[in-house]
């Protein structure tokens, strides 16, 4: 198993940045595809961004791409989403989530493709 804690939400103004940061702990880090996922009040959790294995290989949803940065450092046992140019629609809560694989491209976009996540944390864009 692998134990996920995000951290780094908060309350920024419109066009600010934040960098969320989800620390694993348990098992080899490096066999997980880990991606982002977010929730609104009354929404469903709906994709963000994901990354392979190894970092090679990575996706975002529309809506983010250009602003969000996903990344991982295998060696620190973290992966991070770098948010720029907030909007008051990326407010939600924020939650990551890691799936083992053994295919070194892979990532996944869907929330019943992983098994292990985090508490989230909140990201507040005020406008």
């Known amino acids: 198993q692998v134990q996920l804690v995000e951290s780094g939400g908060g309350l920024v103004q419109t066009g600010g940045s934040l960098r969320l940061s989800c620390a694993a702990a348990?098992?080899?880090?490096?066999?997980?595809?880990m991606g982002w996922f977010r929730q609104a009040p009354g929404k469903e959790r709906e994709f963000v961004a994901a990354?392979?294995?190894?970092?090679?290989?990575?996706g975002y949803t529309d809506s983010v791409k250009g602003r969000f940065t996903i990344s991982r450092d295998n060696a620190k046992n973290t992966v991070y989403l770098q948010m720029n140019s907030l909007k008051p629609e990326d407010t939600a809560v924020y939650y990551c989530?890691?799936?083992?694989?053994?295919?070194?491209?892979?990532?996944?976009?869907?929330?019943?493709?992983?098994?292990?996540w985090g508490h989230g944390t909140q990201v507040t864009v005020s406008s």
């Open positions: 989530a890691a799936q083992k694989t053994y295919y070194s491209g892979m990532y996944y976009r869907a929330p019943g493709e992983y098994d292990y």
């Open positions: 348990g098992r080899t880090f490096s066999s997980y595809a």
């Open positions: 990354i392979s294995i190894r970092g090679s290989t990575t």
